[in-house]
């Protein structure tokens, strides 16, 4: 029987390999083990409850004010103990966290094969995003099982010298996740709270934004909500302290605008499916929001996810404030434009990636 151990650490990665651990636990002549690091502990251990994930191993790596050093650190010296006793056939990371890289790197030390669930995602600037560039890159290198979400990724391991054989096309397994978690009946105070009006839904956190770039795009969100009365927006906000406090300053004092505490998977899910649209600088919703028809802002000047650009999904608008005020503004009074992004067919998969995935490993 073969031994395959996924590991994960944060709430991205949870959603995302929750679906392939369940396809996993089904077949027979597979023996599935989960470790989690616990990066993000508290947000993971809500996806964990929503999916029924009961992991073999918790490292408890979380900690206040952690460093990308102190995770590498802290995931490399508690997983090797994990590594050594379970002796994997197979272990399984996703896309670009640092719990993907430094579990990446245990697995060559002790020489174990990697298989890398949403590879070939490439902005090829290694500090944007910042370190999700150089992490998964570095895990191409040592992955012996590359499952890319789209072609265009598959092109890219194929560029960088990776054997085709190596590479198996999926779809991105967020799709996947997203079958279990959207219900039509959805019930919700905050949204109670928007009915009547075009909700906007809010996503900010990323490292290389915070500071002036976060202030830009909440003033620019500011303006545009100040101008449309017939807009309502709702933020659930990041741990990070210091997103909190810009958000605060900026965002804080408008009744049309509701900062809420994080949202699990299964409400996070929910809201998207009842916005109007969507601006974030996350990596995930680029692929989840076009499967419900939502047209995505992304404000962020790089993105590893090109095909919703070349789609017409998604629409790049850095953190420049004019800019994204003017797209923003745009999508509110152009009722073409809105249409023609909504519309548009998800170029990142059906729901059967876990399935694919499942398949060949077996």
Request: proline share 5%; with cysteine; net charge neutral.
């Amino acid at each position: 029987m073969k031994k395959i151990m996924l590991v994960f650490g944060t709430r991205p990665e949870g959603i995302k390999m929750a679906p392939v651990v369940n396809e996993l636990k089904r077949r027979k002549n597979i023996k599935t083990v989960v470790c989690v690091t616990g990066q993000h502990e508290e947000m993971l251990n809500q996806v964990l409850d929503i999916f029924h994930i009961k992991p073999e191993y918790n490292l408890h790596i979380m900690k206040p004010k952690q460093t990308l050093f102190s995770i590498t650190n802290d995931i490399l010296q508690k997983i090797r103990p994990v590594l050594e006793n379970e002796k994997p056939d197979i272990v399984l990371v996703h896309g670009d966290t640092s719990t993907t890289f430094s579990t990446a790197l245990a697995c060559y030390y002790e020489q174990i094969p990697v298989g890398h669930v949403e590879a070939g995602l490439r902005t090829h600037n290694i500090y944007s995003p910042f370190p999700e560039e150089f992490n998964r890159q570095a895990v191409s290198i040592i992955s012996k099982y590359n499952f890319a979400p789209t072609e265009l990724a598959k092109k890219n391991l194929i560029r960088e010298g990776k054997n085709p054989e190596s590479i198996f096309v999926t779809g991105n397994t967020a799709i996947d996740a997203l079958k279990k978690t959207v219900n039509e009946e959805y019930y919700n105070e905050d949204l109670e709270w928007a009915k009547g009006s075009r909700l906007i839904l809010i996503t900010a956190h990323r490292r290389e934004n915070l500071g002036e770039h976060m202030e830009h795009m909440f003033k620019a969100i500011r303006r545009v909500m100040d101008e449309h009365s017939d807009v309502k927006a709702i933020y659930p906000i990041h741990m990070n302290p210091r997103v909190r406090n810009i958000a605060e300053s900026i965002l804080g004092d408008d009744n049309r605008i509701r900062i809420i505490e994080p949202l699990d998977v299964l409400d996070f899910h929910n809201f998207m499916n009842h916005s109007y649209l969507i601006l974030t600088d996350s990596g995930g919703i680029q692929e989840e929001a076009p499967s419900l028809g939502k047209p995505v802002l992304v404000m962020r000047d790089t993105t590893e996810r090109p095909e919703g650009v070349k789609a017409g999904t998604l629409k790049l608008v850095g953190t420049n404030e004019e800019k994204i005020y003017r797209e923003f503004t745009r999508l509110l009074t152009d009722k073409s434009e809105y249409e023609k992004m909504s519309r548009t067919a998800n170029p990142y998969g059906d729901g059967f990636a876990s399935k694919r995935i499942a398949d060949i490993l077996e």
